[in-house]
């Protein structure tokens, strides 16, 4: 079974930059998960989608983070304009369940370096 | 207060040894509990899911002590290929299943 994907691997932007990453889930995965992770600490939810809708995007900074899943399958995550703060890797996760019961799949990751 | 916090790192201890990682939560509606590995430049993966009777998996046990909200990981005979960051996450009840993490634990184990 193809685990999560995640593109770019690698990313290296200048501040005021705008950047994408792309995520695909877990073949019938309906529950897809963007989580932030900052050297040293643990990942932090970003957005979660079911299928297509958003069910929390509390912790997403609007002014500057965007993110969608038109059809309910890939994602994908844009930063627009990126800060030396947003430097982190990205960790696009899914899982089958909603209940959080379930276990949550996590992709490599993007690493983005903002300079 | 963070909603989840562990240990603070790095364990260093030597091949054999048994070490365990402890972890607070403070969200009493907190309802399902995990530990995660993290390979150095690796995502997280799942190691166990931590249920209130306990469990063990080898030469690793979990436990979830509600009444105090802690859980912990002790792991026995560690290997050097134990050595990782160790991620604790709960998901609380009726925040749509996303996971809340401690920061992480980093276990070093020498020869």
């Known amino acids: 079974e193809a685990g999560v994907a995640q593109s770019p691997r690698y990313k290296i932007i200048e501040k005021r930059q705008s950047v994408a990453f792309w995520c695909n889930p877990i073949s019938g995965h309906a529950t897809l998960y963007w989580y932030q992770q900052i050297l040293g600490q643990g990942p932090k939810l970003l957005i979660q989608f079911q299928n297509n809708g958003v069910v929390d995007d509390s912790q997403l900074p609007k002014d500057r983070f965007s993110a969608e899943r038109l059809k309910g399958v890939d994602s994908t995550l844009k930063i627009q304009p990126a800060k030396l703060e947003d430097s982190a890797v990205y960790l696009c996760a899914s899982s089958l369940r909603t209940s959080g019961e379930g276990e949550q799949f996590f992709g490599p990751g993007t690493r983005l370096t903002v300079l | 207060r963070k909603e989840v916090e562990q240990d603070p790192g790095p364990f260093n201890v030597p091949e054999g040894a048994t070490v365990a990682f402890n972890c607070t939560y403070s969200?009493?509606?907190?309802?399902?509990f995990f530990w995660y590995r993290q390979d150095c430049r690796k995502e997280p993966k799942l190691l166990m899911s931590?249920?209130?009777s306990g469990n063990e998996d080898g030469r690793f046990t979990a436990q979830l002590n509600r009444a105090s909200q802690y859980i912990s990981l002790l792991i026995r005979d560690s290997k050097l290929s134990d050595s990782a960051t160790y991620l604790c996450?709960?998901?609380?009840?009726?925040?749509?299943?996303?996971?809340?993490f401690g920061q992480g634990t980093e276990l070093s184990v020498k020869p």
């Open positions: 931590v249920y209130s």
């Open positions: 969200n009493s509606a907190s309802q399902s």
């Open positions: 996450a709960v998901n609380v009840y009726n925040q749509g299943g996303k996971l809340i």
